[in-house]
């Protein structure tokens, strides 16, 4: 009940939709708190590759998530006092972290965590399953999403600036199955609500998105 009253926008969509760049962005225009849900799957995935557990082990993974010492600090993401910033955005931890994001355990042992980012003065949270399973009374639910094409531009653009040689046809295929993953699973599938509103990006700017978003949350009536 403390946090009836904290407004929480909620952007889920497809990997490589943009949803982390906006997400952050509105929640400065706004001055809210930021939950990058992604990052805490990957940092489990992280962990669990530093330690050479296989992604099949799934009660070895639960027992890490348990224990991870995470923290954010600015920009920065923080794994047993170790910035891991740009480890955990690599395509191999992603890939890790789609695999084991279909246990139902880890997602139980995740989920206080991540609501425990709700807090005056809001929250934009970005991820999965934000609007149907996290914050289910969000203020604001947002589907964000784009066609596979330009999302597979957008992260090849993301792994060039890094110095990372990527394919654009492999991309648009690993995006392809990882969608497929994302929203088949049994635990917290992928999906648009009947409450969420659908975002397509496709063929717009950085700064249209995060306008179109910020004019959504005006007219729900919670800007005062």
Do not use: W
Request: aromatic share 4%; proline share 2%; charged share 30%.
């Amino acid at each position: 009940m403390k946090n009836q009253y904290v407004p929480v926008i909620t952007l889920d969509g497809p990997s490589a939709s943009g949803k982390g760049t906006i997400a952050r962005l509105v929640s400065q225009a706004l001055g809210f708190h930021y939950l990058d849900s992604g990052a805490l799957y990957r940092l489990v995935a992280l962990a669990a590759m530093k330690r050479n557990v296989d992604a099949g082990d799934e009660q070895r993974v639960v027992g890490i998530a348990r224990c991870l010492d995470v923290s954010f600090i600015d920009s920065s993401i923080r794994l047993d006092g170790e910035d891991v910033s740009d480890e955990v955005r690599a395509e191999a931890c992603g890939e890790y972290a789609s695999k084991i994001a279909q246990y139902s355990a880890l997602r139980v042992e995740l989920l206080g965590r991540q609501r425990d980012f709700r807090k005056l003065p809001g929250l934009v949270a970005d991820g999965r399953d934000m609007g149907s399973v996290i914050f289910p009374d969000a203020t604001l639910k947002i589907y964000l999403t784009a066609n596979e094409e330009e999302r597979a531009r957008r992260r090849h653009k993301q792994l060039m600036e890094k110095g990372i040689n990527a394919n654009i046809a492999n991309l648009v295929l690993a995006l392809h199955e990882r969608d497929g993953r994302d929203s088949k699973r049994a635990a917290s599938p992928l999906q648009q609500c009947e409450d969420t509103r659908l975002l397509d990006t496709t063929g717009l700017n950085i700064d249209q998105v995060v306008g179109k978003v910020l004019g959504m949350y005006a007219d729900s009536g919670s800007v005062e």
